[in-house]
Structure formats: structure tokens, C-alpha cells
């Protein structure tokens, strides 16, 4: 769009999603993130790059396999820096116009944001296991010694006891999945203690080194927690990302449930009190195991289940199917659906509902018409402080009975 006025006129050709356009210092080039248009459940997102009127543009760092965000040029235009998770972890790359990419972070962390300024100076909010979220300056030419800038919650944690992060891996279906668990303080590997299965599917997201607040609160009241990166999480490459062509949900939750035995096998998990937490994944697992005592379904499975009709004999049926999701049938979205495996459903399920949220309260109405052990909590779309607290409460009540 010219300053003074005039047409717009399109920049790049290529089919998109096209993204986030950062110029160079020196006007000569553009970079941009963006996804083949691919008809599969997940595309890395890419660099590109290419001439300021968009000509001879190309992908930078292809080989790295991971999504790219927070693309950031150096002062002399010959370097795009930019922050990139993997494997649990976040890192800095830099890219060079000749298609080699080299990593600059190493440290386990993660990390959120990022910005470059003309004198090399990079910035970005860290999170580690003992912190969640630490503002951090370092040198992108000596980025072994950050400096903190802020850490606001340092006094806080100061005056509490957190709960120890590991990593575990394990064989699934061939694959090794990795995952990480938040024990007790004062963990005892004599004792059993209870589970808790964390997901976080709306959207998928990769677990990690991070700092999980809601995990270290879990914990603080005597569950283990676990979060695994299951089949179909980003941050492993798009092969790994897309394995859940066909059966989604379905292969993600046979590698959580083997992690799930992974930890049971270890001796110190109660089996008689394993509970799972999340979304549309949570409501699919109570509709196709009884294993689990006690179960908590978090608002967002309205953005899966649509045009929800009744079955004539009373339980529920997803007529819809993912238009992102290319299975040659779209039935097969429907046989995969939580709700219509109502009629399996036996496990004590507390359904949290934002507002709107036709598909939680047709998760909850079908596990009524079961005669379920069930509640529903109904929260606004706003998450307000108070708000977290009130979710959180109510899961710790729900899963401790």
C-alpha cells in the first residue's frame, strides 16, 4: 500500500496461507511465514523469502523441519533470526540466504516472543521448570550468558515448594513419545499417589520444560501429573505431526494410555486412581475405557462437535466432520466422535463449559441420560483471574472424591 495513496498491489503468488512479512533493514527483501496449502491435519509452517516485489522467493531453513515464528532480520540483511520449538524445548535458529540454518540456543527452556535490535541485542520471555516467565537479554553472537532483565515472580516461588519436573520417553505404535511429569514436593517413590492425565488438544500443544502452573498446583495436592506429546503435536516435524490422519482422536490417546502404563509400571501410581483432564480427546477417552476414576472435560469441544442431532435411542451423534481433516469419508469423523460412544460412557465427569458451549452441554445431557456421575460448570468466555481459580477449584474437588 503506497503511503501517499493508490492501489494496493499483492506482494507474494503462493497459495497461502501467507503471514507475518518482515522487510529487511535495507528495503531489498521480504520475509514471511507461511503453509503449503496441503489437504492433511498438520503443515509446518515455513520461512520464506524473496525479492521486495515478491519475485524469486524461496523457502529458507526447509531442512529444519519445525515451525518457524517471530522472524527477526539482522542489521545487515543477511541473516533472519527466528524462534523455533523442538522436542520440548524452544530455540533460536538463524537462516542464511544460501539455505543453511544454524542453531544459536541451546539451553532447556522455552521461549515466548522474541525481538532483535540493530545492535545484535536479542530479547525474549524465558520459562524454565522452577520459572515461569523471566524477561531475558543476550547477544545473538554470545547467547551462553542471558541476562535477566525482569523475573516477577521470583519472590513468590521463593516461599514455595514446586514440584519436580522429569522427562520420561516411551515406545508407542512403533514411536518413541516423550512426555514430562510434575511429581509432589516431598515425593515419596515408596507411596502411590494419584494420576492425572493432562491434555492440552484445543489446540494441540507441545508440552515441555515450561513452567506449568496449573501442573505445580495438581501436584502441590499430592498428583503426579503427566503431559505427553502424543502423535500429532507439533514440535516433532510434519510427519510425526500428521500420523493422526485417520484416526483422530484415537492413535494420540493409545500413546497417552501407554504412557499412562509407563508410569503404573514405575510403582509409585495408584491404578485405581488414574484421571484424565481436557478437551475433545478427554471426551472421546471416558466414551472408549472405564479406567479412569474420575474425569474433567474443559470447555472447547464446541469448535469439534457441530450440528449435533439425536440418535432415536436417546444418545448423541456428531454429524459433522473437520473440513481440515481430509479422510475420504467424513463419517469416519462421526465414528470417532466423544458423543457417539455415549452409550460406553460410565466415568464421574465434570464437564466446564464456556459461554456459548453447545457441544459441553451435549457432552453433559448425554452423560445425564446415561445416569452418570456428572456435573457441569459454566464459565464466560473471559478468562479472568477469578475465573481460573473457580475451574481449578472445582477440578481439584471433582477429581479428589
Not at 57 to 81: F, M
Not at 116 to 135: F, H, I, K, Y
Not at 343 to 359: E, K, M
Request: net charge neutral.
Amino acid at each position: 500500500m503506497p503511503l501517499a495513496g493508490g492501489e494496493r498491489r499483492q506482494i507474494t503468488r503462493h497459495p497461502g496461507p501467507d503471514y507475518a512479512p518482515a522487510p529487511s533493514p535495507d528495503g531489498s527483501r521480504i520475509a514471511w511465514l507461511a503453509r503449503e496449502p496441503r489437504a492433511q491435519s498438520y503443515v509446518t509452517t515455513n520461512l520464506y523469502v524473496g525479492n521486495g516485489d515478491g519475485s524469486r522467493a524461496k523457502v529458507l531453513a526447509g531442512a529444519l523441519d519445525r515451525d518457524v515464528s517471530h522472524a527477526q532480520w539482522s542489521n545487515d540483511s543477511r541473516t533472519i533470526y527466528f524462534l523455533a520449538d523442538d522436542r520440548g524445548a524452544s530455540h533460536v535458529y538463524a537462516a542464511r540466504s544460501d539455505g543453511s540454518v544454524r542453531q544459536v540456543t541451546t539451553d532447556t527452556e522455552r521461549l515466548r516472543d522474541f525481538s532483535l535490535a540493530d545492535n545484535g541485542r536479542a530479547v525474549t520471555v524465558r520459562q524454565t521448570p522452577g520459572a515461569p516467565a523471566e524477561l531475558v537479554m543476550f547477544p545473538v553472537d554470545l547467547p551462553a550468558k542471558p541476562l535477566k532483565l525482569a523475573a516477577a515472580n521470583a519472590a513468590l516461588l521463593a516461599e514455595r515448594d514446586l514440584g519436580a519436573l522429569e522427562e520420561i520417553q516411551y515406545a508407542s505404535d512403533g514411536k518413541t513419545i516423550q512426555g514430562w511429569t510434575v511429581k509432589p514436593p516431598a515425593f515419596d517413590g515408596a507411596k502411590r499417589y494419584p494420576l492425572l492425565l493432562e491434555i492440552d488438544d484445543a489446540p494441540r500443544r507441545m508440552c515441555g520444560v515450561d513452567f506449568r502452573l496449573r501442573a505445580q498446583v495438581f501436584a502441590a495436592r499430592g498428583f503426579v501429573v503427566l503431559c505427553a506429546n502424543p502423535r500429532g503435536t507439533p514440535g516433532y516435524g510434519e510427519e510425526f505431526g500428521n500420523l493422526i490422519r485417520s484416526r483422530f482422536p484415537g492413535d494420540d490417546f493409545d500413546d497417552l494410555m501407554r504412557g499412562v502404563d509407563h508410569l503404573i509400571a514405575q510403582g509409585y501410581i495408584d491404578p485405581t486412581r488414574v484421571t484424565i483432564s481436557g478437551g475433545l480427546l478427554a471426551a472421546w477417552a471416558i466414551g472408549h475405557t472405564g479406567r479412569f476414576h474420575a474425569a474433567v472435560v474443559r470447555h472447547g469441544i464446541a469448535d469439534w462437535l457441530t450440528d449435533v442431532s439425536h440418535a432415536p435411542d436417546g444418545i448423541f451423534r456428531a454429524a459433522a466432520w473437520m473440513g481440515a481433516m481430509p479422510w475420504d469419508d467424513p463419517d469416519q469423523y462421526v465414528k470417532h466422535s466423544p458423543i457417539y460412544f455415549a452409550g460406553n460412557f460410565r466415568t464421574p465427569t465434570l464437564v466446564i463449559a464456556s459461554d456459548p458451549d453447545p457441544g459441553a452441554e451435549e457432552l453433559y445431557f448425554a452423560l445425564r441420560a446415561r445416569k452418570v456421575d456428572s456435573a457441569l460448570l459454566r464459565l464466560g468466555q473471559a478468562a479472568r483471574p477469578s475465573q481460573v481459580i473457580l475451574e481449578w477449584e472445582a477440578m481439584l474437588g471433582w477429581l479428589e472424591k
